[in-house]
């Protein structure tokens, strides 16, 4: 069965950072391309980051260019969403997503519907 458990979400002021996890199980992780969406009320699901199943390869919204990285650790099935400089427009809840990777190395998805499998979210809330 593939889980995918996110966390590291919570409250934070505008200009603060935060790192949100996300654990795969169930899956052989490194064959798996993995990407970080958001959705706030009212809006559709976005990809704020996505990256290839080596790594080698992101994805960046425009509007969380240079503010946001994502990476991964295949040793520990964990992709990571390192946020900085947060802004009161990130507050949203954030999905990480997994799905069978490309044959090629570096190739990265990053439409909601590419994506098989989800985590259950956690929020992100940024006060100004």
């Known amino acids: 069965q593939v889980q995918l458990v996110d966390s590291g979400g919570g409250l934070v002021q505008a200009g603060g950072s935060l790192r949100l996890s996300c654990v795969a199980s169930g899956r052989t992780f490194s064959s798996d391309a993995m990407g970080w969406f958001r959705q706030a009320p009212g809006k559709e699901r976005e990809c704020v980051a996505a990256?290839?199943?080596?790594?080698?390869?992101?994805y960046y919204a425009d509007s969380v260019k240079g503010r946001f990285t994502i990476s991964r650790d295949n040793a520990k099935n964990t992709v990571y969403l390192q946020m900085n400089s947060l802004k009161p427009e990130d507050t949203a809840v954030y999905y990480c997503?997994?799905?069978?990777?490309?044959?090629?190395?570096?190739?990265?998805?990053?439409?909601?519907?590419?994506?098989?499998?989800w985590g259950q979210g956690t929020q992100v809330t940024v006060s100004s």
């Open positions: 997503a997994a799905r069978p990777a490309h044959a090629l190395p570096s190739y990265y998805y990053y439409q909601p519907y590419e994506y098989n499998y």
């Open positions: 990256i290839s199943r080596s790594g080698g390869s992101t």
